[in-house]
C-alpha cells in the first residue's frame, strides 16, 4: 500500500544515546515533515523540507537534526536523546495542492530513560 | 504562544446524536483550515477541510462551518457513530507558496457512547 513508511515503532533509549528515526513515502510528495505529539500539547512541528535538499527549523527543533535525503525519504536524528524527547513521533508527507493533504505515518513511540 | 486551540480536551456523546467539536484560532493569516481523526497507535487522516473564502463545507455526515470574523471553527458530527470514537485535531494553514506547514491543535478525544 502507497503511504508513510516510520521506522522504528518502538523504541527505548538512555539518556545521552543517539538514533535516527527513519521515514520513505512513495506517493511522489514534495513536502515532508516531523512532528512530535506530547500529551496536552497536540502535534507540534520539528522540522520540514518543503523540496529535495531544502530543510528548515519548525516550531521545536532543539536536540534534533534532519537530513532529506533524497525526495523519497527524510530521517530525523536526536544526536543526545533527554528525557523531554520522550513522545509519539510522526513523520507526513504532502502534495503542494490542495494545501494540507497530509499523509502520516503510523508513528514512532520514543522513551529516554 | 498556541495559535490553534481546542479548548475541550474531551467530550462523550450518546450513538446517533450529533457531535460539535471546536476550534479557535489567533492567526488571521491562515485561510484555510482542516480536521484530522486519530486511532489509538495509529496516524493521523485527514477527515475534511474548508477554505476561508468559504464558510461551510460538507462531506457526508461531517460538515466543518467557519466563522471569519470570530476565527472560530466547528466539525459537527451527525449522527455520530461508535467508529468516530477518537482523537479530533484541528489544524490550519497558509496558502502562500512554499510555506505549506500546518499549525495543529491540541486535540479532543471523542467517546461515542453506544
Known amino acids: 500500500n502507497a503511504g508513510v513508511t516510520q521506522t522504528p515503532k518502538f523504541q527505548v533509549l538512555k539518556t545521552g544515546q543517539s538514533m535516527t528515526l527513519q521515514c520513505a513515502q512513495d506517493?511522489?510528495?514534495?513536502?515532508m515533515y516531523w512532528y512530535r505529539q506530547d500529551p496536552g500539547m497536540g502535534l507540534r512541528l520539528i522540522y520540514y523540507?518543503?523540496?529535495?535538499?531544502?530543510?528548515d527549523k519548525g516550531e521545536v527543533p532543539n536536540g534534533y537534526n534532519v537530513s532529506r535525503l533524497n525526495k523519497r525519504e527524510f530521517s530525523l536524528r536526536l544526536e543526545s536523546a533527554a528525557p523531554s524527547q520522550t513522545s509519539v513521533y510522526f513523520c507526513a508527507s504532502s502534495v503542494d495542492a490542495p494545501p494540507g493533504s497530509y499523509t502520516f505515518g503510523s508513528g514512532t513511540r520514543l522513551t529516554v530513560v | 504562544d498556541q495559535q490553534v486551540k481546542q479548548n475541550s480536551p474531551s467530550l462523550s456523546v450518546q450513538e446517533g446524536r450529533i457531535s460539535i467539536l471546536n476550534c479557535d484560532y489567533t492567526n488571521s493569516m491562515f485561510d484555510y483550515f482542516l480536521w484530522y481523526k486519530k486511532y489509538p497507535a495509529e496516524g493521523p487522516t485527514f477527515l475534511i477541510s474548508?477554505?476561508?473564502?468559504?464558510d461551510k463545507n460538507e462531506d457526508g455526515r461531517f460538515t466543518v462551518f467557519l466563522n471569519k470574523s470570530a476565527k472560530h471553527l466547528s466539525l459537527h458530527i451527525v449522527p455520530s457513530q461508535p467508529g468516530d470514537s477518537a482523537v479530533y485535531f484541528c489544524?490550519?494553514?497558509?496558502?502562500?507558496?512554499?510555506?505549506?506547514?500546518?499549525?495543529f491543535g491540541t486535540g479532543t478525544r471523542l467517546t461515542i457512547i453506544p
Open positions: 523540507s518543503a523540496s529535495e535538499g531544502t530543510t
Open positions: 506517493m511522489n510528495h514534495n513536502s
Open positions: 489544524a490550519a494553514g497558509t496558502t502562500n507558496f512554499g510555506n505549506e506547514k500546518l499549525t
Open positions: 474548508i477554505s476561508s473564502i468559504k
